[in-house]
């Protein structure tokens, strides 16, 4: 061995390879190969010296890919040969300066098994210690501050390392080396149970605080990226006193279990479900409920979202409660979620009974992720933790940086730049000036995080929506793109389709070209344009806004259109004639004839709005896609009779007559069919029909991609009939995985627009 000529290398290693252990990684497999030299963090790439037999050298070039630590995404390992210096051992050296647009920050990850049997270890010095965390796991885009990723620039910067844990932190064979939350209960933070009034209570936190969530009370507990509101999930008082309090009356809340054991307990769990809860992101998963928690947690629902825990506090707190626990944002309804300790204890004081406070800061506001296995792959619903700020890559390279705003409901916002795009965590409803301010606090740490400074701004058609007003505000070039372009535009995206697409746009409301209500639509998409080819039949939304809340408006507006108001009336009677009230119909009706108010609209959601009324599933919404998410749960996925419908032709463009199926609806109903029989048979046509509009415009076009687009899609029973039966007939078919469906993934779409039309500059 000692014949063979030493060598030397500059490897280069690109991807996700900062802040997730990678340089202790390269030290122990330069180690294990007797390969020496030296490797730092550069400018968003890990640079390495490596010096050794050129065989040695191969063996250690492979393996940097393929042993990567879990959490690493390695893209690329490129080297040239370089001059052996003869280096002694190897050296791990300080971080170089990034170079702006090409930092990466991990996301923050769930604790890892190792970390979790110290924790429980009454032998070992971190037992029961809540902050437990490695180069593996722990917090990390919720505790940075600024780049490049040390301890000094997070939120753990204000606990100064023990002498045990600073040699565990510089022990390159340790498997804390430069962890940077690296924490034990001798330096790390307090954690303290407090009640209403900020009194610590003087028992154990953990134990105290299991003993109130055991005896129905409701707790607000400390995490990663807030706070969570939590109680014991299989006691009903307890889950209805926390939504009398929070204001939430129906909307289903997460719960947190133990273990992937404790949750085959409560739900019904394919593989590919099982493996999206005991991932390191952790995200909230719906799953399939066997009816053992609490009926109001998610109430007209046959799933529930389920979480494993995220971090040793709730791994704690979960083995000490022995059961699941209701885990919802710590947030009073329709505002951001609290994140500092003060601005909970004020604002969370009206609806939990105790606090679980510790005084780590919490750098960045993040929500949970939800995701939910649909066509055998995670979906994601909700972009959050564990995923933030991982980028996408764009199927083309940005000329100038853009920034796009989203739009209202479920509002994100992206920022782009070269190929790659940074959507922003869930940020909520864009409805009030504090919404803003959460965004756009959002927004600054992004772009000092990502070092991007936008020159271009996107935002939707809308001109009402806070998010465009801000757009405007920046002072900066703008460029508006239709709603439903911008999420066609979003899949495309993320499957880096160069276009043109038969893009369906199913959702609830967006503003069209031609300033009426879309929401139901058939576009042929590029990326810097979308012609509208086709859409569901326009009818009045009268009331507007009025009849989101009040799905039986959209019943009454349906029916009448379709020509069976009377049967439809006899079918809603019971909720709408109240003695001496004023004759809603007639209001309804009139705002129907005068259009007062009541734009035209095209939107599938609201179509779903008018079945679910009129089946009696639901006809008062107290939280976005209510009656469309209830519809589909009821919906017998067995049926196979499909309603009729016709296909007309409007100003040049295909359009599904939807009043055939409406009738058959009626009389279904007033026949006495069972609602989930009426249900299944809807979503049956309501396929059909796409398909034969697809069909028609495949002919017309010779396009045979498809892109589905759409909070609509967050149906899996729509979307998975609509994708087999599509592909049946050759098309190629794309959903999204990685970015929501519906408006949290509309930024994405909304920023390759944008980076398409600026590219001829
Ligand atoms: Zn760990
Ligand atoms: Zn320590
Ligand atoms: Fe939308």
Redesign the pocket.
Known sequence: MSSEERVGRLLEVSGVVQGVGFRPFVWRLADRHGVSGRVRNLSGIVEIVAEGSSETLDRFTADLAHEAPPRARVEEVRWRPRDAAGLDGFAVDESGDDLPGERLVPPDVATCPACLRELLDPDDRRFGHAFVNCTDCGPRYTIIGSLPYDRARTSMGAFELCPDCAAEYSDPSDRRFHAEPVACPACGPGLWLADRAGHRSRSDPIEAAVARLCTGGIVAVKGLGGFHLACDATDEAAVAKLRRRKGRPEKPLAVMVESVERARDLAGLSPAEEEALASWRAPVVLVRDLGKLAPNVAPGHRRTGLMLPSTPLHHLLLRGVAGPLVMTSGNRTDEPLCTGNDEAMERLSGIADAFLLHDRDVVARVDDSVVRVALERPVVMRRARGYVPEPVTLPLEARRAVLAVG?E?NATFCLAGGDRAWLSPHVGTLGSEEDLAAYAETLDRYRDLLGIEPEVVAHDLHPDFLSTRFARETGLPTTAVQ??HA?VAAVMAEHGLSGPVIGL?F????LGDDGEAW?GEFLLARWDRAERLGHLRRVRQPGGDAAVRDPTRMAIAHAADAGVLEQALGLLAPRRRKPGAVDEVEVVLGQIASGLGSPMTSSAGRLFDAVAALAGVCRSATYDGQPAILLEQVAESSATFEYGFEIDQEDGRIVVDTRPTIQAVVRDLVKGRAPGEVAGRFHRTLTAAVLAMVRLIGVQTGVRTVVLA??VFDNDLLLSDVAARLRSFDFQVHAPHEVPV??GG?SLGQALVAAARDGEG
Not at 507 to 510: C, I, V
């Open positions: 739009a409901l709603h439903h999420h746009a959702d609830g409301f967006g929401g759409g909070g519906g408006d509309l």
